[in-house]
């Protein structure tokens, strides 16, 4: 029967609603009693039974489909003192509750291995790190001060392609592929030149997810991997703040309740205000005069404005507002000068009806980020994007499953002038819009987790929709050995503005999809102007004891359309150049490659000790049509060690450690010079003999010649000093490059001389949290 599917969902919706008003429903929110703070991934259960549940980024949780009856309620986390409630659940209702831990005022050696170990059995997590400020603080912090860029650089899979002007390379997805979001708001570039900062304050961040691969259709507009960041809110009890200082920069945050938040409080609000100003071009003068440029200043420098109001409903409702603005230079003698700035603002919000069992969280957020590069060999290049995103996110839970669905909108505008390196010039002013619909319903059953998702995205400036379906499965083989798999469609309009060819990439630019395109690659039709990908990933994980565990992941991402700027134009793209080639007259051409690698990770947390190992093996490849080459973050091997060790009866002393071992990236080598002369404005009646060319550089094949290997290790000693509840001084000494490796950075092409990166580098800071 053509609607007989109508008719049997019209015969079993009574008996499924009525089946469903014989449990009760226990949900809310859980808060840290001293900050008011949402404890997150915090494990809370009805004692005695198989029903639980784990909080989310924002400490809500909600166990469904609870039996009527009398139950304790229990709550615990590391570091806090368990909680415990006898409840009532009622057939039919929701119970909502506010649930508050006490920190404990010294932390036993026990390490509770049971929230992360139940995480792990009910979510895939498939090529995903999530990140905590205790464990980005557990590394040698370089320049005095942890931070979110220098932690990425030991996950699995990451590259990071130097201690300077470095970018972040993800499982063979280049910089303009990572999406990164800070409360649900699109960042364009997340770290400072110097590669040691980005420009997240590591005492804001609540949580930082990355995903390198095979993510959900939650996430899209991105064909790499994904940076999902979370800021934390204001104290909610008392005002406070914290200063500190160190080799490189100095900052200050406040905080404070603007309505404190009490157990019984239907409302409450707070602020958070973060400031950070990098004074390295001076004190460099003074503690490094030994360094290359030292005694100039090391010529890197950036400020970081961040603030953000939060507003709680007593049900766990929030709403929270908040902007920024950043600004970054950097300036090498004969070589290049760099500037950006990017501001914005928005807000997110979440929603908990009073008893449906759904969750609503939206956001919306406009950003502006532009950037500007001089070179003395070079024309100057700039490139700007500013816009908005909006989402809004439904999650309905049910006893074991949540299914999660919602809509996105993206704007955006670029405006971009670049140069090739045959002198002609690309430019482009686009306004584009991109919108996506999506789904995904995870369901637990038996020993299996299965995670399907699907995305509609459509680009209205290309006019072409994207269908992108995702899988993920996990399958708990025994407590401690779990299989693993995911992967996905994937595509995104944004490009890269930068050249490949830049022995240093300081120039972190975009632009948007163009139709500039040639109408054929290796002979067959260009059908889309997007870029896509598809990712493949399988892997395991395995609790070899309580306290140490091993993940493994292989991954394959094909890249089945690439765009880049065109190195090979030679001429403009009108009717006076029909005849010619599209190879050498578009401003934009088609690739196609892949990456393909393994990650290794080992942990070990027990009592005072924590050790971190990865192992990353990588292989990519780009074909442009005309030449096979590989792409300059193109690391075979990487190695990352962490260990970190705590002293003391209250363990108020921290030494710690990192070494990193990676070989050599790939580089284009020079080949020679010659006069270059500008026939490409006179054309032939150009007097040669008396005109003066410019000096031109010829460059060898892309990407043929290797750097040699890079290995660093950094030392560090932390002190923390409770000096009364509410006054605590932390001061921390590290060695940067303990062992002075002179790791290369670039040379120059023309002078040939070599620039090295980071030498050995001590550096102190000092905080005051109060």
């Known amino acids: 029967m053509k609607n007989g599917w109508l008719v049997w969902l019209a015969l079993i919706w009574p008996f499924a609603l009525a089946a469903q008003q014989n449990f009760g429903t226990v949900r809310g929110v859980a808060y840290n009693k001293k900050t008011g703070e949402p404890l997150i991934f915090l494990n809370v259960v009805l004692e005695g039974t198989r029903f639980g549940a784990s909080t989310d980024i924002n400490g809500f949780f909600s166990i469904n489909r609870v039996p009527p009856g009398t139950y304790t309620l229990k709550a615990s986390s590391l570091g806090f003192e368990t909680y415990s409630e006898t409840i009532t659940v009622e057939p039919g209702k929701t119970l909502n509750k506010k649930i508050f831990l006490v920190p404990k005022a010294i932390e036993i050696d026990v390490f509770d291995v049971t929230a992360e170990r139940e995480n792990r059995k009910q979510e895939v997590n498939t090529g995903v790190t999530k990140i905590t400020p205790e464990e980005i603080r557990r590394l040698p912090s370089v320049g005095g001060e942890a931070d979110l860029a220098?932690?990425?650089?030991?996950?699995?899979?990451?590259?990071f392609t130097g201690d300077q002007g470095g970018q972040l390379y993800i499982r063979g997805g280049t910089p303009v592929q990572n999406k990164v979001i800070l409360d649900g708001m699109i960042i364009y570039n997340p770290f400072h030149s110097i590669g040691l900062y980005s420009v997240f304050d590591t005492e804001i961040i609540r949580s930082a997810d990355v995903y390198s691969g095979g993510y959900n259709a939650q996430y899209g507009s991105r064909i790499s991997s994904v940076m999902d960041i979370t800021t934390r809110d204001g104290n909610q009890k008392r005002h406070g703040g914290r200063f500190s200082m160190n080799s490189f920069t100095a900052k200050l945050q406040l905080e404070g309740p603007l309505r404190r938040m009490t157990e019984s409080s239907k409302a409450s609000a707070s602020y958070l205000l973060s400031g950070r100003s990098c004074y390295l071009p001076y004190s460099s003068k003074l503690l490094y005069p030994y360094t290359e440029n030292g005694r100039q200043g090391v010529p890197f420098g950036f400020n970081d404005l961040y603030g953000k109001i939060s507003v709680n409903a007593g049900n766990g409702s929030r709403v929270g507002l908040f902007g920024f603005?950043?600004?970054?230079?950097?300036?090498?003698?004969?070589?290049?000068?760099?500037?950006?700035?990017q501001y914005g603002g928005g807000s997110n919000f979440s929603l908990i009806p009073g008893s449906a069992n759904v969750k609503v969280d939206g956001n919306f957020g406009y950003s502006y980020y532009k950037i500007s590069m001089k070179e003395p060999l070079s024309k100057p290049r700039s490139s700007t994007v500013n816009g908005f995103n909006f989402g809004l996110h439904f999650s309905n839970y049910f006893?074991?499953?949540?299914l999660t669905y919602g809509l996105e909108a993206i704007g955006f505008a670029t405006i971009f002038d670049f140069y090739n390196a045959a002198g002609r010039r690309i430019d482009q002013t686009e306004n584009t819009t991109e919108m996506a619909v999506y789904v995904r319903y995870r369901m637990n059953r038996g020993i299996f987790v299965v995670d399907p998702g699907f995305r509609l995205h459509y680009y209205a400036s290309l006019d072409e929709v994207s269908p992108e379906p995702r899988l993920a499965v996990k399958c708990n083989v025994s407590e401690r050995f779990r299989l693993k798999a995911s992967g996905g469609m994937y595509a995104q309009n944004l490009i890269a503005a930068?050249?490949?060819?830049?022995?240093?990439?300081?120039?972190y630019g975009f632009l948007s999809g163009s139709d500039n395109l040639p109408s054929q690659f290796k002979g067959r039709p260009v059908h889309t102007r997007l870029q896509k990908?598809?990712?493949?990933?399988?892997?395991?994980?395995?609790?070899?004891?309580?306290?140490?565990?091993?993940?493994?992941e292989g991954y394959f991402k094909y890249f089945s359309a690439l765009t880049n700027l065109n190195r090979d134009k030679l001429f403009e793209d009108n009717a006076a150049n029909a005849d010619k080639p599209d190879q050498i007259k578009k401003d934009f051409i088609r690739e196609v490659g892949?990456?393909?690698?393994?990650?290794?990770?080992?942990?070990?947390?027990k009592n005072r000790l924590y050790l971190w190992t990865v192992y990353s093996l990588l292989y990519t490849q780009r074909d442009d049509g005309l030449r096979q080459y590989v792409p300059v973050f193109d690391r075979r091997h990487n190695v990352n060690l962490v260990v970190s060790y705590r002293l003391g009866k209250k363990k108020e002393w921290e030494v710690n450690g990192r070494w990193n071992f990676g070989s050599g990236f790939p580089f284009t080598q020079t080949q020679g010079f010659y006069e270059k002369l500008p026939f490409q404005n006179n054309g032939l009646s150009l007097d040669y003999t008396s005109q003066n060319g410019e000096l031109g550089i010829l460059l060898g094949p892309i990407n043929e010649g290797r750097l040699p290997t890079y290995h660093r290790l950094d030392l560090g000693v932390r002190w923390l000093k409770q000096v009364r509840e509410n006054l605590r001084v932390e001061a921390n000494f590290t060695v940067t490059n303990v062992y002075d490796r002179r790791n290369i950075f670039y040379v120059h092409r023309v002078t040939f001389q070599r620039v090295n990166q980071l030498p050995i580098l001590p550096s102190l800071g000092l905080s005051v949290a109060f």
Request: glycine residues 6%; aromatic residues 14%.
């Open 498 to 507: 930068n050249s490949d060819r830049d022995v240093v990439n300081f120039f």
């Open 325 to 341: 603005a950043f600004t970054d230079w950097a300036s090498f003698e004969g070589v290049t000068d760099v500037r950006w700035n």
């Open 399 to 402: 006893s074991r499953d949540k």
């Open 533 to 552: 990908a598809q990712h493949a990933i399988a892997g395991f994980e395995v609790d070899i004891l309580d306290e140490l565990t091993l993940n493994a």
């Open 150 to 159: 220098q932690y990425l650089q030991v996950l699995p899979g990451v590259v």
């Open 594 to 605: 892949y990456s393909t690698g393994a990650d290794l990770t080992i942990k070990y947390e």
